[in-house]
């Protein structure tokens, strides 16, 4: 029979493994509970959990949550915050956003790629944003590098009159943009159609190329008369030419004169009635002085039976001034002979003349360009 003493031992045992058995499962618990809120501290620190935010914002379409003019690195001069936002956003609309880690990514920087619909739209580095209860790093957004995707290594280039105002995208362009030649001072052109006239014109008009690079593949270009008036563009490929304006009126005025001044040009060169034609000459000019020397006298005025014009256009109208106007001008004119040895001629013309108000009147001032015309191009046979 066990003793009182052996019962109290016995007893004194089972309450202390109890009590070591119940402190163990305690230790369990609170072990189990900071090994989860380790984990979860953990995952919270990975990298790839600092995205997230810049995720939703792309899939919502809500990135001005994320971007920022602080955040964001461009090297553009053409477009702010408020234009890559919307850019990027007609981007990515209506298209699957997914994200990866960019190859340049390292664990001191991590960078990822956003696309939309496979194609990249831009890259997003993370940076340390603080630390947790482990004192894990935390990371949270950092720079957004948008232009290795969104911008174009191509040149344009802009050629207009000097004194157009050209807009890119937004943004007015200044000497800044202007093309330089290798001394770095901006190239500005002449117009060589007009050179003998520039005396006579109340304004010399010269062209000015602008070049820009760094810009979006669908860049908006646009240019105003200095007066504010919008000018249409011409566009080949990545160059913009704005052709000088004409005033309709003044074409008006020289087409009136035309008839005339070609009837008296072509009898000129022809031997009938050749003093005629000063009438219509820009006074004190070189070409005035040089077509007294033109007249082609290939045949005896005598011999005339008779002259027609034919084909007599004028057209390709630009108006350099006030005062100075370029036309395309083009006529054939058939002379007859009594003669059986030479029966026609064809005195045809396809050229351009540039005409100068003086004193009010239009004067033919110089002829620069010229190219002869056949009989075929009159439409007569020989």
Not at 258 to 265: E, G, K, L
Not at 310 to 317: Q, R
């Amino acid at each position: 029979m066990m003793s009182k003493r052996g019962t109290k031992k016995k007893s004194f045992f089972g309450i202390g493994l109890l009590i070591y058995f119940l402190v163990g499962c305690i230790g369990i618990i609170f072990f189990l509970r900071w090994f989860k809120g380790y984990l979860v501290a953990y995952e919270s620190a990975l990298p790839s959990n600092g995205i997230t935010e810049v995720m939703d914002a792309f899939k919502t379409g809500t990135i001005e949550t994320v971007m920022s003019a602080d955040n964001l690195v461009t090297d553009s001069t053409f477009y702010n915050i408020f234009d890559y936002e919307a850019h990027i956003r007609d981007m990515i609309r209506g298209k699957e956003i997914t994200i990866e880690e960019s190859p340049a990514s390292s664990a001191e920087v991590p960078r990822y790629v956003i696309s939309a619909g496979g194609e990249p739209v831009t890259d997003v580095t993370l940076k340390v944003t603080g630390q947790n209860d482990y004192d894990m790093d935390i990371w949270g957004c950092d720079k957004f590098y948008p232009d290795e995707y969104c911008m174009s290594t191509d040149v344009y280039s802009i050629t207009v009159p000097s004194d157009f105002v050209v807009n890119v995208s937004g943004r007015t362009l200044t000497n800044e943009n202007v093309m330089k030649d290798e001394n770095g001072n901006p190239v500005v052109k002449g117009i060589d159609l007009i050179a003998n006239v520039t005396d006579y014109m109340d304004h010399v008009p010269t062209f000015t190329t602008y070049q820009v690079t760094g810009l979006w593949n669908d860049p908006v270009v646009s240019a105003t008369l200095a007066d504010g008036t919008p000018v249409t563009l011409n566009q080949d490929g990545f160059e913009y030419t704005a052709p000088l304006q004409t005033d309709a009126s003044t074409v008006a005025e020289i087409n009136a004169m035309i008839p005339t001044i070609v009837d008296a040009y072509g009898k000129h060169f022809i031997g009938v009635n050749s003093g005629g034609v000063y009438n219509y000459l820009l006074p004190g000019s070189e070409y005035r002085s040089s077509l007294s020397t033109a007249m082609t006298m290939f045949y005896p005025t005598s011999h005339i039976t008779s002259y027609n014009y034919y084909n007599v256009s004028a057209d390709n109208f630009v108006t350099y001034c006030d005062n100075c106007v370029s036309a395309d001008i083009k006529f054939d004119l058939v002379v007859k002979f009594n003669s059986t040895a030479y029966q026609t001629k064809n005195e045809g013309s396809d050229a351009v003349w540039i005409f100068i108000k003086q004193n009010g009147t239009w004067y033919l001032a110089d002829v620069p360009r010229q190219e002869p015309r056949t009989l075929e191009d009159a439409g007569v046979t020989d």
